[in-house]
T-cell receptor, first 115, second 113 residues
């Protein structure tokens, strides 16, 4: 799986939007972009995923660049409960359909939310 | 509904001892994963089960580590002759066959003294 690059940390104020970037310049055509987040002392939690088109769900939005070499996770109104480490992960749909289920996790972005 | 349950939540053991960590996946999830997470790092893949069989155990660090899932539901990660370097949070996740997302438990924090 291709690798991703994320800033080590970011800071936001409560009630403001947050844009978390992820670079994946070596992404292949069959790589899905997945985002998970991990709150303190908890296991990771799925946030959103997409392939080419922008995606929205109740938690967040995912904006994918036209060349797919980068993406941005958007939290529309940050709350204190959004303080977590956010991981951007690529998953090859063809490898995953077999038995290659190893998600490769980087260090993620630690998001701090100020009241 | 019930999520992935891991027990114990904390385990302290002495170097050289044997430990077992248990994972109860979400009912009906056929895929089960074990990951290990050291402080400040992302999760590291250990093993993946599809049903009762280990489809990929390439992440197990050495032969001291072993995992089973005899009835295709509950899984146990077993560590023999524990070493201080085994100290980490051990995470279990489950998913439906061929589906995302992974649902993680809150992990077992293992401390080897």
């Amino acid at each position: 799986d291709a690798k991703t690059t994320q800033p080590n940390s970011m800071e936001s104020n409560e009630e403001e939007p947050v844009h978390l970037p992820c670079n994946h310049s070596t992404i292949s055509g069959t790589d899905y972009i997945h985002w998970y987040r991990q709150l303190p002392s908890q296991g990771p939690e799925y946030v959103i995923h997409g392939l080419t088109s922008n995606v929205n769900n109740r938690m967040a939005s995912l904006a994918i660049a036209e060349d797919r070499k980068s993406s941005t996770l958007i939290l529309h109104r940050a709350t204190l409960r959004d303080a977590a480490v956010y991981y951007c992960i690529l998953r090859d749909v063809w490898l995953y359909a077999g038995n290659n289920r190893k998600l490769i996790w980087g260090l993620g972005t630690s998001l701090a939310v100020n009241p | 509904g019930a999520g992935v349950s891991q027990t114990p939540s904390n385990k302290v053991t002495e170097k050289g001892k044997y430990v077992e960590l248990r994972c109860d996946p979400i009912s009906g999830h056929t895929a089960l994963y074990w990951y290990r997470q050291s402080l400040g790092q992302g999760p590291e893949f250990l093993i993946y089960f599809q049903g009762t069989g280990a489809a990929d155990d390439s992440g197990l660090p050495n032969d001291r580590f072993f995992a089973v899932r005899p009835e295709g539901s509950v899984s146990t990660l077993k560590i023999q002759r524990t070493e201080r370097g085994d100290s980490a949070v051990y995470l279990c996740a489950s998913s439906q066959e061929g589906d995302e997302p992974l649902h993680f438990g809150n992990g077992t924090r293992l401390t080897v003294t």
